[in-house]
């Protein structure tokens, strides 16, 4: 699904309204209808005060016709509206009209008008802002914000959280909206996924209000949502007169003394996400342990027992996946710099290979193109420089993935796997996957999908979100405590499943 920003949201606003030859008020009108049904199908005409705070552009034009909409159908509602311009927007002031027609009459709060009183029990609808903001709110706006935040009432947010610019972190982190939900319009914006900005709110929920279709289809997007839909069509079905040759021959490097279980859950993992042959590569001391842990993968070890100094792969691997444990002792160093010198098949680069390259960043040139760097923030930081805030980061990312090639998967709660100008945004997984040897686990899967023939790019965003679901099945019985990086690999083969259940069975469950 694609993600759009404020600009383009307004062209398709524009495109549908000189297509289906309608006033921007029907928009606005479909909006509210809208944030009615959900309320309304929730409440059921529960006896609650709606408190509705709106301001006066059209996200408080959203708010005032949804009270229009909440009064009709008997719901005790309190409108305020947030008085912070006088450049009122034409559809805002016409649904004033309407409200004041049905003799509901707002409270208009100034800067000198002191806080209204809120309960705990209240439902607020936030309606100040949305994504029109564009400078930070006035002092006394932001204090009613907080004063919202302070209420611990439901706090129902109409397409943003208000206080939120939808390209740049929020100018005062106090005088945003903390919603409760968020109710957004037609399509998901990029701040719901960025840690600066998605601390705003615990869900979201898209409502159709009617966007053409033809102009969503055709709008080129820089950020795209990767869920079910998206990554099925990456799937690469296993044929049936394949054999382990069809699945390629992964190598996994890395280890040293009291880090050989990075290796382990890496060859693990890139084993059991079909990998046709796993091949280890790690100093002398981790021998034993993998040849007794995973009996199904092969070991090749370096004449040095405690660290890698020299990597040598007797044969063409399909990919390699490097740096779980490694450490960044020279002689590590030097023998990464050999293998990057010597190698031409793609790489996932992951832990001690990022900080390798980020001391030494002449060793970029030599990376193989199409390779899959996925650093962690600290990791990240170090390879592209400190950035301003969410937004500046993903730029430089695209900068640096553009100029060397590379796939950039920038890993967090939301993993954006980064390719040219373009940022995949992941949907699966949870905080239990916080955990260590998770990553290990994310790089086995992608360069065990690489060995598959999936391209670097599509194994990158279909790993990441397969490693999501597999999380995401692993608490399911056990909670986000108890998830071990084992845990992960345990559930690859039923995140498989799930990814692969035909919509009919799905259908028949919920019947
Ligand atoms: N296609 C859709 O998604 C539709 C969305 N709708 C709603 O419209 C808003 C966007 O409305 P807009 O009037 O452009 O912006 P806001 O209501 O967010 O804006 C504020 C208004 O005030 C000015 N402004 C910006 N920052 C400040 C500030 N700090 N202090 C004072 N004034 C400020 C700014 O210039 C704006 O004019 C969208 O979020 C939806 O809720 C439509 O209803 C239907 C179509
Ligand atoms: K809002």
């Known amino acids: 699904m694609k993600i759009f920003t404020a600009d383009q949201i307004y062209e ?13 008020d029907v928009l ?40 229009r909409h909440l009064q009709e159908h008997g719901y005790a509602i309190q409108v305020h509206v947030v008085n912070y311009s006088d450049k009122r927007s034409k559809d805002f002031l016409l649904n004033l009209e309407r409200l004041k027609d049905r003799k509901i009459w707002p409270e208009f709060i100034n800067h000198d008008s002191g806080l209204p009183e809120l309960s705990p029990n209240d439902i607020i609808v936030d309606a100040i ?21 302070d209420s611990r ?15 740049k972190a929020p100018w005062n982190k106090e005088h945003v909206v903390r919603a409760s939900y968020v109710l957004s319009f037609q399509v998901p914006k990029l701040i719901f996924f960025l840690p600066e900005t998605g601390i705003y709110q615990n869900q979201w929920e898209l409502l159709d ?25 990456m799937y690469r079905p296993r044929l049936k007169f394949s054999h382990k040759g069809t699945y390629g021959h992964a190598v996994i490097v890395g280890g040293s003394y009291g880090k050989i279980g990075a290796v382990q859950l890496a060859s693990n993992a890139c084993l059991t996400v079909g990998s046709g042959l796993v091949t280890a590569f790690v100093p002398e001391c981790g021998y034993h342990s993998l040849q007794t842990a995973i009996p199904e993968i092969m070991v090749l070890t370096d004449e040095e027992d405690n660290t890698i100094t020299k990597i040598d792969i007797p044969f ?37 290979g990022l900080n390798i390259l980020a001391k030494h960043p002449k060793f970029m040139k030599d990376v193989p193109k199409q390779s899959v760097l996925t650093p962690h923030p600290k990791e990240l930081e170090r390879l592209i420089g ?5 937004f500046d980061k993903l730029e430089k990312a695209k900068t640096f993935a553009t100029k060397h090639d590379c796939i950039l998967l920038i890993k967090g709660a939301h993993s954006i796997t980064i390719y040219n100008t373009i940022g995949f945004v992941n949907t699966t997984g949870n905080p239990g996957m916080a955990t260590a040897g998770s990553g290990d686990v994310l790089t086995g899967m992608i360069t065990g999908l690489i060995a598959q023939g999936y391209s670097s790019l599509n194994a990158a965003v279909f790993g990441v979100y397969l490693h999501g679901l597999a999380g995401d099945m692993g608490v399911s019985h056990n909670g986000y405590e108890a998830l071990k990086a084992s845990g992960i690999i345990e559930n690859i083969g039923k995140a498989y499943m799930e990814l692969l259940r035909p919509p009919e069975i799905e259908n028949n469950k919920e019947a």
């Open 316 to 352: 063409k691997p399909s990919v390699v996946g490097i740096g779980m444990g490694m450490g960044t002792e020279e002689d590590t160093v030097k023998a990464f710099s050999a293998l990057l010198k010597n190698i031409e098949t793609p790489m996932v680069i992951d832990a001690d």
């Open 386 to 390: 400190e950035w301003e805030d969410d």
């Open 129 to 149: 802002f949305g994504i029109g903001l564009n400078r930070p709110p006035e002092s006394w706006v932001g204090d009613l914000i907080k004063h919202i935040n």
């Open 209 to 233: 209000i009617g966007l053409d279709s033809e102009f969503l289809g055709k709008t080129a997007t820089a950020y795209e949502l990767i869920g079910k839909p998206e990554v099925l069509p």
């Open 153 to 167: 009432a439901f706090v129902l947010a109409v397409d943003v959280p208000s206080g939120l610019p939808s390209d």
């Open 28 to 67: 606005m009108e479909k909006a509210a209808t809208e944030l009615f049904k959900w309320i309304h199908s929730r409440l059921q005409g529960a006896e609650v005060t709606i408190q509705l705070f709106c301001g006066i552009g059209n996200n408080g034009g959203d708010g005032i016709a949804l009270a």
């Open 12 to 24: 398709a606003d524009k495109f549908t309204i000189e297509k289906q030859q309608i006033s921007s």
